[in-house]
């Protein structure tokens, strides 16, 4: 079945560093969102981004369809950036469900 | 938009007790999702609803767990004779139809004891 892997699976950064985070996907995804998670929070998507690359803020993400895979770039981190990330995907289309990564789990130190 | 709403926010119940829990949707989605999120499972599928019919509920499990959306406007998630094992974070989540993204609610956090 479809897996989504994400890596790192943890990370710490100093405030103001920059991060890179991962999403592999074994088959091509008809939809692909990265959400954010507080501890204790509601999900919220970053991201709607299937194909090709999306910005707001410091964030920015970049999809390549073809090589299935999708990254998040998070610039100059802040403290309040902690939290963990999640890449979801869908193959099928049409609304089915989302599949899941474990997370990355960040953490940025002041 | 106050978004997908989900009551309560917070239940507790006793081992063997039902659970109901609700969930409005964004006005206009007509696709809805219920998740559930633990430490241990993480993020796992339960059931999706697409104009109101029931499409996918793979990730139930079958006995005790039973989702209705009887308007367009709301969906229930319920728990029958509720166990221990059953404490989680339960996501209610909404899209437009077609190729579109999710929106989730802030879940409701159910503890059995």
């Known amino acids: 079945g479809q897996q989504v892997q994400q890596s790192p699976a943890s990370l710490v950064l100093q405030e103001g560093e920059n991060a890179e985070l991962q999403c592999n996907f074994s088959?091509?995804?008809?939809?692909l969102q990265w959400f954010y998670q507080h501890p204790g929070g509601r999900l919220v998507s970053l991201f709607y981004n299937p194909s090709g690359t999306k910005h707001t803020g410091r964030l920015t993400s970049t999809t390549v369809t073809n090589e299935r895979r999708s990254s998040l770039h998070i610039s100059s981190s802040q403290t309040t950036d902690s939290g963990t990330y999640f890449c979801?995907?869908?193959?099928?289309?049409?609304?089915?469900?989302?599949?899941w990564g474990l997370g990355t789990s960040l953490v940025v130190n002041p | 938009n106050a978004g997908v709403i989900q009551t309560p926010r917070h239940k507790v119940t006793g081992k063997g007790q039902e659970a109901t829990l609700w969930c409005e949707p964004i006005s206009g989605h007509s696709a809805v999702f219920w998740y559930r999120q633990t430490i241990v499972q993480g993020l796992e599928f339960l059931t999706y609803?697409?104009?109101?019919?029931?499409?996918?509920d793979s990730g139930m499990p079958k006995e005790r767990f039973s989702a209705q959306m009887p308007n367009q406007s709301h969906s229930t998630l319920k728990i029958q004779s509720t166990q221990p094992q059953d404490s989680a974070v339960y996501l209610c989540?909404?899209?437009?139809?077609?190729?579109?993204?999710?929106?989730f609610g802030k879940g409701t956090r159910l503890t059995v004891v």
């Open positions: 088959s091509t995804a008809t939809r």
């Open positions: 609803f697409r104009n109101q019919a029931p499409i996918d």
């Open positions: 979801a995907i869908d193959n099928v289309g049409d609304n089915s469900k989302l599949i």
């Open positions: 989540a909404s899209s437009p139809l077609g190729q579109a993204e999710v929106f």
